[in-house]
């Protein structure tokens, strides 16, 4: 994998270089995924602010006062939601009128492998056509030194629970990765480095697929 020194890349990633990122994505979407603590919402949050993008995450979603009580509790042990009530209550906000005309930035929609073909369809319905799909691969022991640093909040950020969560990624979620792998959509980045050094592998990789398309 190319990787270039921070100032070489501030160079070359100029309002050209994405430019070409933007015409390329149009209204189109961008999916993001990895395991727990892999910077999933960084990364997310900066690439909705490049884009002028809305961001929408599945697990805020659920977590919210709109997601039913019991999916709240499923997910604050560490489980996926079923897939079918996830798909009838996420899918229908790419559907929103706030996002017409807008790209998106989809964190981690359609974490169970056989959500694919229903996130596709809802995502081209709704006209933000998905583009691209970004794996931020780390490693579990990074997750963990992650997990002891972060300022946890959220229910499931116990312990115990995290196992359940890496459990799930890799029995679910891993084979929803590869599913993007094989239809060419994926963009695979090294997450351990520091965050602005896979933040520029990011662009530059988005860069290269905008150019080849």
């Not at 679910?172 to 993007?180: A, F, R, W």
Request: net charge negative; no cysteine.
């Amino acid at each position: 994998m190319l990787k270039l020194p921070h100032l070489l890349y501030n160079w070359l990633m100029n309002d050209v270089e994405i430019k070409t990122i933007r015409d390329w994505l149009q209204t189109g979407s961008i999916n993001i995924f990895g395991m727990p603590f892999s910077g999933k919402d960084t990364h997310g949050h900066e690439l909705s602010k490049m884009f002028n993008a809305p961001l929408i995450g599945g697990g805020d979603i659920l977590r919210s006062s709109k997601g039913p009580k019991h999916i709240q509790e499923h997910i604050g042990k560490g489980h996926l939601a079923p897939s079918d009530e996830y798909l009838a209550i996420v899918l229908p906000y790419l559907e929103r009128a706030e996002f017409n005309g807008r790209p998106l930035i989809l964190s981690t929609v359609g974490r169970w492998h056989g959500e694919e073909s229903s996130v596709l369809e809802a995502a081209k319905k709704s006209g933000h056509s998905v583009k691209a799909v970004i794996y931020l691969s780390i490693t579990e022991d990074e997750a963990r030194k992650r997990w002891m640093l972060a300022n946890r909040q959220r229910d499931d950020d116990a312990e115990h629970i995290l196992e359940t969560r890496f459990k799930e990624f890799h029995d679910k979620t891993l084979p929803v990765v590869e599913y993007y792998r094989d239809l060419g959509l994926l963009i695979e980045v090294d997450g351990i480095p520091a965050r602005q050094q896979v933040t520029d592998e990011i662009f530059l990789q988005l860069a290269a697929l905008a150019k080849s398309q």
